[in-house]
């Protein structure tokens, strides 16, 4: 799980500042404001390290990817390609690290790594994008027990040298050559084990970073249209994908799982969780994936609406439900330890449905399966105030703590834009809410009451006259 997140120089974002991250965390903003890219530059990275080029520093997506940022000026602030990309973030491991030096034999824990790097571009030449340094710390809890990173040495010829803090590393006897380059952004390349006696503990580094990026998963604002037929042949998807496309297989998939909404609660298969889920919402009374026939591969959804007669396919209902059902599948199918990134998860649902799903993202961070917490974040960008509204209440009611929830606003009013944290109190209440956050409610709800008066008062003086 993510738990501290900084941007400098990406797209819009001169400087992001510290970004205290939660197990719900949202970004609020006007259009264009800047908060697509918080999401952009987590999927950046994640491209990045699927990618097949491991000389590439950084891969924007091609066209099949989730994003596509296109070239480095493009990416960076101002699109002035002398300015460096840094970014560090810190993350909380599913399972505590260990790492013990061969030679004096002594032991380093830590459950946390913080992970920082800086990226630019090759002043001269054709615009090669370079890593200038990257540093690894694990840490166990707020102590530091040792860093290690790479750091480009200067001069025309790309070397970097290995520096570590709190470890000492032993050179081979011999060996005088430095790694001529990184592994993407954030690799020890095989040249470091070469060149020390006791480096081996980076390559657990390397796994750590990949398993994190391996482990967020992305939803984007527009899902796939319901289809009356979907086939599947026994596979399980990793996701529903990008646009939601594999959604009825990942129910299909998943049909012998149970998960409870917490401790000591009751364990429900995962068909009946997401029928349950859309009832509440108050979008159908019921919820079927029906196979056509034994001999076929094909299924069928099929929904029953409120105040409809009988089932219905699904491209008959509201497109609303289309929408989230993607949303509400993802959340519960992800596996343990997962980050789930989310744009606009409320599109297209009535106010009453988006508060709800707040309460679904309660459901989710505390869910739990075999008897154990799934340990899910979820970043969600959004637009809607119902939603922001019943977390407020949930908090003040004590279903959420305010430290599992944290709240960003891109404002766009200042240059360069900020991106500033919400201070929700124990009651809910948010201490620093920004001007016109959701526009100026007040303003209208005043000029609604002048207009009336204005209106009775002319209607009273013509019934005088």
Sequence with gaps: MLTQLHIQNFKGWEDTGSIRMAPITLFFGANSSGKSSIGQFLMLLKQTVESQDRKAV???????????????????????ASNRIQFEYQWRLPNP??????LSGSQYDGNTIQFSASVGQEASGPGTV????????LMDGEEQILAV???????????????????????????????????????????VVAYHQNSDFVQSLNLAQEKLFQSLAYLGPL??????????????????GYVGENTVAAILAARQRKLSMGYKQRSQPFEQIIAQKLQDMG???????????????????????????????????????S??????????????????????PEIHLHPRAQAFLADVMIDVI?????????????????????????????????????????????????????????????????????KDFFGDEMEDIAEQSKAALKKRMKVAKEEDE
Excluded at 288 to 316: A, F, H, M
């Design 58 to 80: 950084l891969f924007p997506g091609g066209r099949n990817s989730a994003v596509q940022l296109g070239s480095f000026q493009e990416l960076v602030f101002g699109r002035d």
């Design 97 to 102: 690290m260990s790492i013990t030096d061969p």
């Design 130 to 137: 370079v890593i200038d340094h990257f540093n690894y710390t």
């Design 149 to 191: 990173g790479m750091k480009r040495k200067e001069g025309k010829k790309v070397q970097y040298e290995v520096k570590a803090e709190g470890y000492d590393l032993k050179r081979n006897p011999g060996r005088v050559w430095h790694p001529p380059t990184t592994v993407r952004f954030y690799g020890f390349p095989d040249e």
């Design 223 to 240: 899902r796939t249209k319901a289809e009356r037929l979907y086939s599947w042949t026994g596979t399980e998807p990793e996701s529903v």
């Design 283 to 321: 979008l159908i009374e019921s919820f079927k994936v029906n196979q056509i026939s034994k001999k076929r591969q094909d299924y069928e959804v099929k929904v029953k609406t409120k105040g409809s007669l009988g089932e219905v396919d699904l491209p008959d209902v509201g497109f609303g439900i």
């Design 323 to 344: 929408q989230v059902l993607p949303v509400l599948v993802e959340c519960f199918y992800a596996p343990a330890n997962s980050i789930i990134l989310m744009e606009q």
């Design 366 to 434: 505390n869910a739990r399966e075999d008897g154990q917490d799934r340990n899910i974040q979820l970043i969600i960008e959004t637009h809607s105030e119902h939603f922001l509204r019943r977390l407020q209440r949930r908090i003040a009611e004590d279903a959420v703590k305010k430290e599992q929830v944290a709240a960003y606003f891109a404002d766009v009013s200042r240059t360069p834009a900020t991106l500033d944290e919400l201070r929700l109190d124990t009651f809910g209440n948010i201490e620093n809410w920004p």
